[in-house]
C-alpha cells in the first residue's frame, strides 16, 4: 500500500507525473498558448497539469502512445517555464510580518526571497528544456532549445548583471549558486532583527522586480538562442506574498507578447483587494478578455464526474484490480439497505418503495408517512402505482432522497410524541457504494487516491466491503477536517472564536437539524446564501472556501473568478457529508450573515474519533 | 554555533542558575519541588506567565513565596537578566526546566545560551512528564504555524531542493497529518515519545498513526522521554543525513524534552535546521488551555558548548 504522501505532485517528477496523467478534457485549453487562470482548492490538481505542462513533462507525454492523437493536435511552440511555490512560504511570511517591523524592509525581504526563488526555477526550467549544442542530439519537439557552452556562458553573463547579481558568473550553476546565497541573505535578514548589518544588506540590494527580470532574461534568450515563445506557469501562488500576487495577476493584462502566463489560484482571489474589497481599475486584467480562467473546484450541483471514474480505473488497472470489480465491491457493501438501491452502469436509482418500509417500518419515521399521506401515498405499494412525471418528481424525486438517509439515521422510539429520534450509529451505510464515492471525495483527485489507498488494498485483502468502507470514510473525514483546522488564520482581537472549522461545524450542524429533524422536509435548505456577512466570520469563510471545504456556486455573478463572497450561494463539500450525516445533492438554501445557531446537541453528532474501530 | 558534548550523570552537577517558569500548569514548579539542584541555586529566575485566571498560577505563586526566586513579565528583560547572571558567574551550571514553557521562549532561552556558550559550564535540561489526561479527541484550530524563531527560517542550499518533516508526535487529535497536508514534505519521519504511561502512547498512536502517512514502518521512529540522552543522538543522525538531501523541518509536538532536543540540535546547525510551532493555545480563550500535574518522573540532559561540529552537511 502506498503511503499517501506519494499523492502529491509536488514531490513528484515531472516525468513521474506524465507517465500516469489521467488527461482531463481541458488539458488542451491548459495547454495552449495563451494566459491561463487555473482555479481549484488543494489536491484538485493544478500541480499535476502545470508539471505535466513542463519540457520534461510534456517529452514523458510525447511518450505515451495512447495520448499521441490528443497532442497533436495541441501548440507546444514555446519554452515552459515552472514556478511552483514553496509550502514554507505562508509560515515564514507570518513570521516576517511579526518580526520585521518596518514594512518596507518587510517588502524587500518578502519580495526577495520570492524574486531569487522564481529566477532561480526560471534558469533550472531553461536547463531541462535545453539540448547540448555539442552533443548529438537534434531538437525533437518545439519545447526544447540548442544550447552551446558559449550561448549558456553569453546568457548567465548578462542575466549576473540583470539580475545584480554579486559576481558576474559564466555557467547557469553559476547563477543559482548566487541567487542562493542571495536568498540566504534575505533569510539571515529576517533573524537579524530591525537594525542589523544584514538588513542594510538587503536595503542596499534594492526592490527586484521579477517580471522585469524575466523580460531581460527573454531578451537575452532570444538574442543568443533565438526563442520567441515562453508560458510562465506560476504554480500554488496563493501562497506567495499578497503584493507580488497582485503585481503578477496585473500583469495578465500587458505582460509581454512573448509569453503567456499561467497560474494556479485557489478558489476566492484575496490577494487582490483595495479598501476591503475588489474594486476594478483600468489596469485590471478582465477574464475572458486577458486571459482564459478554467475552474477546476468541484461543481456546486450536477457534477460531471467523468475525470474522477478515469482516474479510478488507472489507479485500478495500476493496482491490477478490475475497475468492474472494485465498483462491485463498493456496491456490495451489507451496510446499504438492501433493496434500497438499484446499481446499473451509470449509477444507482433509488427504490422509493423499499425506502418507504425502511423510513417508516424500521426507522419510525411518521413524519414522513404524514407527509407522504397529503400527497395521496398511503404506503409502499402507492408509490409503485405513481404515473406521469410531474407527479413522479413531486413525490418521488424530492422526497425520497431526504426520506433515504432518514431511514440511515433516524431509529425508532417508544415515545408517543417522538416516534423517532437522531441515532449516533457509527455506521456510514448511507455513503456506500461507488456513486457515493465519487461524491464525497467531489472529483478531486487527490481525495480519490486517499480513498481508493484503501479500499482496493481492502479489497485485495478479501476484507469485507462494508467494514472497509465503514472505516475509510471516517479516517479520510478527519483528515480533511484536519488539514482544515492546520490552516492558521488571523485572530481578531476580541477572542471571538471564528475558525474555519468551528464555522463549518455551525454550519453542518444547522443543516443536519433541518434533514434529520422530527419534522419531515422535502426540501431542507442545504446551502447558504450569503447576505451581509458579519465582518468577524469573513477570514473563516474565504480559509473554508480555498480548503475546498465549502463549494461555491460559480455563476452568480458572471465572474468566473471569485473577489468577493456577499450574494454567493455556497453548500459545504460533499467531503464532509458524513460528519453531520448530510445528503450528497444539493437542497434549498438559506441565508448566512452570522454564525448559525445550532437546534440539536451536537452529541447527537456521529463519533468520528471511533474510526479505527468502526466496523459496525 | 558552537557544538555541545552531552555529559554523563546529570544528576550529580551542582547548578548555580536556575531558570525556569511560573504558568498556570501544576508542575512549572515542579523541579523547585522536588529537584535538589534547583531548590540549592543561588539564582532562580522564573518567566512570569502572569495567568492570574488559570489553573494553579496563583497557587504556583503562593508556593514559591519565600524561596528565593527572581520573578520577571517582560521577556527582553527575563533574557537579559539571564546574559547578565552567567557573565557574572564563573562557568556557571545552569539547569533549565522545559517542562512548562511554551517553544518560542524556550527557544530564545536557548540562543541565549548558546550566544553566551563561552562563559557557560554545563546545561542540565529538566522535564517533568504530565500525569496521563485523555485528550480531548477534537481538532484544535490552529493559531500560528511558522517557525518558532527567526533563527529557524532555515536557509537555502544547492543540494536540498524539497523537504524532509520530522516530527514528535504528540497526543492532539490530527495535528501530524493536518502539518502534513500542510506542508507536504517528500518524507516524513514520526518521532513516537514511549515510556512514560503506556496509556500515553495509546492515545499518541490512536490520534496519528491511523491516518497512514508514512512512506515505510522504519520512519516511525520510537523514542524515550525518560532517555533524552539517546534521544538527542537519534534525533542528531536523522538530521544529519537528512540534510545532505533534503531541507529539514523539525515540528516538536508532543513532550517538551522533545522540543527543547531538537531546537539544539537545530541550533549547532543553524541556519540549516528549521524548528516550526504549531500552536493553538490562545490566552484569551481559556478553555483552551489545560491544567498538568507531574507523573513523577523526570527526564534530565547535561550538555557542555564544545567546538563548532566539523562534520556538517554541505551547505552553500
Known amino acids: 500500500m502506498a503511503s499517501t504522501s506519494q499523492f502529491n ?118 536547463e531541462e528544456a535545453a539540448i547540448e549544442a555539442d552533443s548529438a542530439c537534434r531538437l525533437k519537439h518545439p519545447w526544447q532549445v540548442m544550447l552551446s557552452n558559449w550561448q549558456e556562458a553569453q546568457i548567465a553573463e548578462k542575466c549576473s548583471e540583470l539580475w545584480k547579481l554579486e559576481k558576474i558568473q559564466k555557467s547557469f550553476l553559476g547563477i543559482k549558486m548566487q541567487l542562493l546565497q542571495r536568498s540566504n541573505i534575505y533569510r539571515g535578514a529576517i533573524n537579524a532583527g530591525n537594525s542589523s548589518r544584514t538588513l542594510d544588506a538587503v536595503r542596499e540590494i534594492g526592490h527586484l522586480d521579477f517580471l522585469v527580470m524575466l523580460k531581460g532574461f527573454m531578451d537575452i534568450a532570444q538574442t543568443y538562442c533565438g526563442v520567441k515563445r515562453w508560458t510562465i506557469s506560476f504554480d500554488e501562488m496563493e501562497i506567495a506574498p499578497k503584493s507580488i500576487l497582485s503585481h503578477l495577476y496585473e500583469n495578465l493584462r500587458s505582460f509581454d507578447q512573448r509569453a503567456a502566463l499561467k497560474f494556479s489560484l485557489f478558489p476566492y482571489v484575496d490577494f487582490y483587494e483595495e479598501q476591503g474589497g475588489f474594486i476594478p481599475n483600468p489596469s485590471s486584467p478582465e477574464d475572458a478578455q486577458d486571459f482564459h480562467p478554467i475552474i477546476l473546484s468541484s461543481k456546486f450541483a450536477n457534477p460531471d464526474y467523468t475525470f474522477a471514474r478515469g482516474l479510478i480505473r488507472s489507479e485500478c488497472d495500476r493496482r491490477a484490480v478490475s475497475y468492474g470489480a472494485f465498483r462491485q465491491f463498493l456496491n456490495s457493501s451489507k451496510a446499504i439497505l438492501p433493496g434500497s438501491r438499484e446499481f446499473t452502469e451509470i449509477g444507482f436509482e433509488r427504490r422509493p418503495a423499499k425506502i418507504y418500509d ?63 429520534r437522531r441515532t449516533s450509529a457509527k455506521g456510514y451505510g448511507y455513503y ?62 476580541s477572542g471571538e472564536d471564528r475558525s474555519a472549522l468551528k464555522l463549518l461545524d455551525a454550519m453542518g450542524y444547522a443543516l443536519a437539524d433541518g434533514v434529520l429533524g422530527d419534522i419531515f422536509h422535502p426540501e431542507p435548505p442545504l446551502s447558504f446564501r450569503i447576505k451581509n456577512l458579519h465582518p468577524s466570520l469573513k477570514d473563516a469563510l474565504i480559509s473554508a472556501v480555498n480548503s475546498g471545504a465549502l463549494v461555491v456556486e460559480q455563476n452568480v455573478s458572471g465572474k468566473k473568478l471569485l473577489f468577493d463572497l456577499e450574494g454567493c450561494r455556497i453548500r459545504l463539500s460533499y467531503r464532509l457529508a458524513p460528519f453531520f450525516k448530510l445528503p450528497t445533492i444539493s437542497g434549498q438554501e438559506r441565508l448566512l450573515s452570522g454564525m448559525p445557531e445550532i437546534k440539536k446537541n451536537k452529541d447527537s453528532q456521529p463519533d468520528l474519533l471511533t474510526w479505527a474501530n468502526a466496523d459496525a | ?150 533563527r529557524f527560517v532555515g536557509e537555502a542550499s544547492y543540494e536540498r531542493d524539497s523537504l524532509s518533516l520530522i516530527v514528535g508526535a504528540g497526543y492532539e487529535f490530527g495535528r501530524v497529518i493536518g502539518a502534513i497536508d500542510a506542508l507536504e514534505p517528500e518524507l516524513t519521519y514520526c518521532m513516537f515519545p514511549v515510556g512514560t504511561d503506556t496509556r500515553f502512547e495509546r492515545a499518541v498512536a490512536r490520534n496519528n498513526l491511523g491516518f497512514r502517512f508514512l512512506d ?70 481559556p478553555n483552551s488551555l489545560s491544567d498538568a500535574r507531574a507523573s513523577g518522573d523526570v527526564a534530565l540532559f547535561a550538555f557542555t558548548f564544545s567546538e563548532p561540529a566539523i562534520t556538517k552537511p554541505i551547505v552553500v
Open chain 1, 358 to 420: 425502511y423510513a417508516v417500518g424500521q426507522a419510525g419515521d411518521l413524519s414522513l408517512k404524514q407527509h407522504l399521506a397529503t400527497k395521496g401515498i398511503k404506503g409502499p405499494q402507492d408509490i409503485e402505482r405513481l404515473v406521469g412525471e410531474a407527479r413522479r418528481a413531486e413525490v418521488v424525486r424530492k422526497v425520497f432522497p431526504i426520506a433515504e438517509i432518514r431511514s440511515y439515521y433516524l431509529v425508532k422510539t417508544k415515545d408517543k410524541k417522538f416516534p423517532s
Open chain 2, 1 to 150: 554555533m558552537p557544538d555541545i558534548t552531552p555529559v554523563a550523570d546529570p544528576d550529580k552537577l551542582e547548578v548555580s542558575i536556575y531558570i525556569g517558569c511560573l504558568g498556570y500548569e501544576h508542575r512549572s514548579i515542579e523541579a523547585l519541588r522536588s529537584l535538589d539542584s534547583a531548590k540549592a541555586s543561588k539564582t532562580k529566575l522564573l518567566f512570569d506567565y502572569c495567568s492570574e485566571a488559570d489553573h494553579c498560577y496563583i497557587a504556583n505563586k503562593r508556593e514559591i513565596g519565600k524561596s528565593g526566586c527572581t520573578i520577571i513579565n517582560d521577556l527582553g528583560d527575563f533574557l537579559a537578566q539571564i546574559q547578565m547572571h552567567i557573565s557574572k558567574e564563573i562557568s556557571p551550571n545552569i539547569q533549565l526546566d522545559v517542562t512548562s514553557f511554551d517553544r518560542k521562549k524556550l527557544a530564545l532561552i536557548l540562543e541565549v545560551l548558546f550566544e553566551s556558550s563561552p562563559y557557560i559550564g554545563s546545561v542540565i535540561l529538566s522535564y517533568f512528564p504530565r500525569q496521563f489526561v485523555e485528550p480531548s479527541g477534537e481538532l484544535e484550530e490552529v493559531l500560528e504555524f511558522g517557525p518558532v524563531t527567526p
Open chain 1, 9 to 126: 505532485a509536488r514531490n513528484a517528477s515531472a516525468s513521474q507525473i506524465a507517465r500516469d496523467f489521467v488527461m482531463p478534457s481541458y488539458f488542451p485549453e491548459v495547454a495552449e498558448y495563451r494566459n491561463i487562470v487555473l482555479v481549484g482548492p488543494r489536491g484538485i490538481g493544478k500541480t499535476t497539469l502545470l508539471k505535466a505542462l513542463t519540457a520534461p513533462g510534456l517529452t514523458a507525454l510525447h511518450q505515451r502512445e495512447d495520448l499521441l492523437d490528443l497532442l497533436r493536435s495541441i501548440d507546444f511552440d514555446y519554452i515552459p517555464i515552472y514556478i511552483p511555490a514553496e509550502s514554507i512560504w505562508k509560515g515564514t511570511a507570518g513570521l516576517v510580518a511579526k518580526e520585521v517591523q518596518s514594512i518596507q524592509d518587510r517588502d524587500l525581504i518578502l519580495g526577495g526571497l520570492f524574486t531569487d526563488h522564481c529566477l532561480h526555477q526560471l534558469i533550472s526550467s531553461f
Open chain 1, 432 to 493: 456506500h457504494g461507488f456513486d457515493q464515492l465519487l461524491a464525497l471525495t467531489e472529483g478531486n483527485p487527490r481525495a480519490i487516491k486517499y480513498y481508493l489507498n484503501d479500499l482496493i488494498t481492502d479489497m485485495i485483502e478479501g476484507r469485507e466491503s462494508h467494514r472497509s468502507q465503514n472505516a475509510a470514510i471516517p479516517m479520510n473525514v478527519d483528515r480533511f477536517r484536519a488539514m482544515v483546522a492546520s490552516q492558521a488564520i488571523p485572530r481578531d482581537l
Open chain 2, 216 to 285: 515505510d514502518p522504519n520512519l516511525l521512529i520510537p523514542y524515550s522521554v525518560l532517555n533524552p540522552h539517546s534521544t538527542y543522538f537519534a534525533i542528531r543522525r536523522l538530521i544529519q543525513v537528512e540534510l545532505n538531501e533534503r531541507n529539514v523541518l523539525v515540528l516538536p509536538l508532543g513532550p517538551k524534552i522533545f522540543a527543547a532536543l531538537s531546537i539544539i540540535i537545530a541550533l549547532i546547525y543553524s541556519p540549516a535546521v528549521m524548528v516550526w510551532r504549531y500552536s493553538t493555545e490562545d490566552l484569551r480563550r
